[in-house]
C-alpha cells in the first residue's frame, strides 16, 4: 500500500476516566491516534468535567493534534434504592419493587416479603402483569405478579444478590420519563460553557427527543452535534425517524443487549449501520468491544472478530468504554483496535451500494468526485470545508480506498471532523483565490508527508469566485 492511501478510515472514541485521565496518558492516547474523548457524566461531577476537559484542549495543542469531546449525558434511568446489606434473591422467591417507601410491610401467607424502593413513582403505571424486570444490568430477572399504587410484586425468575442503586431495565416497556432530564441540563450547560464538540444523549426513544436536545443547544448558542444513543426497544421501532433527526447515532450494546432478545443484537447493529450508510450520518459501535482488556493484555478471539466486523460493517467509529476508564492497558487497546481496522481495510476495497437517499445537485456532484476516485488508483480527495458539510458528503459516499482530506479554517469543524469515516481534516486558510487555496491545500499535504510528486488528487469543492460559489471536480497531479 503506498503512502496516500496507508491510513486508518476507522476512527477510535475512548472514554476518559482514572487510567487516562493524566497529561501522560492522554498525550500517549493522543499521538496513538484516538479520535474523540468520551465524558461519561452518569458519575462525573462539573469541577472534574471542567478541569478535563480543559487538559484534553491543552495536550490537544501541545502535540499538535486537535481531537474531539464527546460529553455522553445519562439521560433517564430507573434505579433501586440503597438497601442495608446485599439481598441474596432466591428462584421463585416473591418480591415487591415499592414506589411510595415508608409503608407497612407487605405479607403473603403470614410471611415478611422482602422489598426494596425505586427512584420512579411512575413506574406503577408504565408496567403491567406480565413484564418482565431485569436488575444489575440483566443479571437478576424478575416476572411481574400484581400491582397496586404503591407496590410492584414480583416473582424471582433468575436468582442474585442485589445491592444498593442497581439499574433496573424493562423490555418492551415504554416508560414515560423525560429523554432530557434536569441532571442532565445542568451537565450540558457545563459542557456548552467549555466547548463540547458532541453530545450523546442516552436513551433516546423517538425524534422529539433529539429535537429536546437541540432547541437547547440553539437557545444556549451551542454548536455542538448530537449523537443519538439506541438502548431499546422503542429505539429499534423508531430507528429511521431517529438517524433522520439526529447528527450520529451511537449502537449503545449495553443495554440495547439486555432491553432486546440477545439474538437480535447483531442484526440491530447491522440494519442501523447500514440505514446511517442510506441517509448519510456517521455511527459509532460501541460497548464490549475489547472487554477482556480491562484486566487482560490481550483481546478475545471473539473480541477482535467484534471489532472486525464493525469495520467491515463500514462504521464511522469504534468505542471504548471500561478499558480506557478503569482497564489496567488503555494504550495497549487503542494500538490493538488500530491494528485491527488497519488490517480489515486493507482487504478493501469493500462492496460499497449507492446510498438510497443521495438527492440534490452539490451531493451527486461529489458522488462523481468519489466515483473517479474509484477508477483511479491511489488517488486521494481534497475538499474544503468552513462547517463540514462537504466533508460529511464524502464521507457519507464511503469512498472504498482514497482518503478524504478536508481543508477547514475552524478548530471547531476540525474536531467535528474527527467523527467521520476516511476524514483526515486539517487547518487551513480559506480567504485566497480559488487556485492558490488548492495549491497551499497540497503544499500543506507534501509538507505533512501525505502525499508525494506524482500523486492523484481530486478535488470535490464549492470555492468562492468573483462574489459567488461554484461547485467543482477537478482532477490534479502534486507536482
Not at 496507508?6 to 491516534?33: C, D, H, Q, Y
Not at 484516538?34 to 461531577?45: G, T, Y
Not at 416497556?173 to 458532541?198: H, M, W
Not at 444556549?220 to 426497544?233: H, R, W
Request: aromatic letters at 4%.
Amino acid at each position: 500500500m503506498n503512502q496516500l492511501t496507508n491510513f486508518r478510515r476507522t476512527k477510535i472514541i475512548f472514554t476518559l476516566g482514572p487510567a487516562t485521565e493524566s497529561e501522560e496518558m492522554l498525550e500517549k492516547l493522543i499521538l496513538a491516534g484516538v479520535d474523540v474523548a468520551r465524558l461519561n457524566m452518569a458519575h462525573a461531577k462539573h469541577d472534574w468535567t471542567r478541569e478535563v476537559i480543559r487538559r484534553i484542549r491543552a495536550v490537544s495543542k501541545k502535540v499538535g493534534r486537535e481531537i474531539a469531546i464527546m460529553m455522553d449525558i445519562k439521560g433517564p434511568e430507573i434505579r433501586t434504592g440503597d438497601v442495608d446489606a446485599p439481598i441474596e434473591l432466591k428462584v421463585g422467591e416473591i418480591f415487591d419493587f415499592t414506589v411510595k417507601p415508608g409503608g407497612d410491610a407487605s405479607r403473603e401467607n403470614g410471611e415478611e416479603i422482602r422489598s426494596v424502593n425505586v427512584n420512579y413513582k411512575d413506574l406503577v403505571n408504565d408496567i403491567h402483569v406480565g413484564d418482565t424486570v431485569l436488575v444489575d444490568n440483566g443479571l437478576i430477572r424478575l416476572e411481574v405478579l400484581e400491582k397496586d399504587n404503591a407496590h410492584i410484586r414480583c416473582r424471582v425468575l433468575i436468582p442474585g444478590e442485589l445491592k444498593s442503586k442497581r439499574h433496573i431495565n424493562l423490555p418492551g416497556v415504554k416508560v414515560n420519563l423525560p429523554s432530557f432530564t434536569e441532571k442532565d441540563r445542568g451537565d450540558t450547560q457545563v459542557g456548552i460553557e467549555e466547548g463540547i464538540d458532541f453530545v450523546a444523549l442516552s436513551f433516546v426513544r423517538e425524534a422529539k427527543d433529539i429535537e429536546m436536545l437541540r432547541e437547547y443547544l440553539r437557545a444556549n448558542n451551542s454548536k455542538a452535534k448530537i449523537i443519538a444513543k439506541i438502548e431499546d426497544q422503542t429505539a429499534i421501532s423508531n430507528l429511521d425517524e431517529i438517524i433522520r433527526a439526529t447528527d450520529s447515532l451511537m449502537v449503545a450494546r449495553g443495554d440495547l443487549g439486555i432491553e432486546c432478545p440477545y439474538e437480535d443484537l447483531p442484526v440491530i447493529q447491522r440494519r442501523a449501520v447500514k440505514s446511517c450508510f442510506d441517509h448519510g450520518k456517521p455511527v459509532i459501535i460501541a460497548t464490549h468491544m475489547l472487554e477482556s482488556m480491562i484486566k487482560e493484555p490481550m483481546p478475545t478471539r471473539a473480541e477482535i472478530t467484534d471489532v472486525a466486523n464493525a469495520v467491515y460493517e463500514k462504521a464511522d467509529c469504534v468505542m471504548l468504554s471500561g478499558e480506557t476508564t478503569i482497564g489496567k492497558y488503555p494504550l495497549e487497546c487503542v494500538a490493538i483496535l488500530d491494528k485491527i481496522a488497519r488490517r480489515i481495510e486493507e482487504e478493501g476495497p469493500f462492496d460499497f451500494a449507492e446510498p438510497e437517499h443521495v438527492t440534490g445537485d452539490k451531493l451527486k456532484l461529489l458522488q462523481s468526485g468519489v466515483l473517479l476516485a474509484h477508477q483511479i488508483s491511489d488517488s486521494g480527495i481534497i475538499t474544503f470545508t468552513r462547517q463540514g458539510y462537504m466533508a460529511a458528503g464524502l464521507a457519507a459516499l464511503r469512498p472504498a480506498i482514497a482518503p478524504i482530506f478536508a481543508m477547514t479554517n475552524s478548530v471547531a469543524t476540525l474536531r467535528q471532523l474527527r467523527i467521520l469515516r476516511g476524514v483526515e481534516p486539517y487547518m487551513l486558510s480559506l480567504d485566497s483565490e480559488p487556485n492558490d487555496t488548492i495549491e497551499n491545500a497540497i503544499a500543506l499535504l507534501v509538507k505533512a508527508g501525505r502525499v508525494r510528486t506524482g500523486d492523484k488528487l481530486i478535488v470535490a469543492t464549492d470555492l468562492l469566485s468573483h462574489d459567488r460559489l461554484v461547485d467543482s471536480v477537478q482532477l490534479r497531479t502534486v507536482r
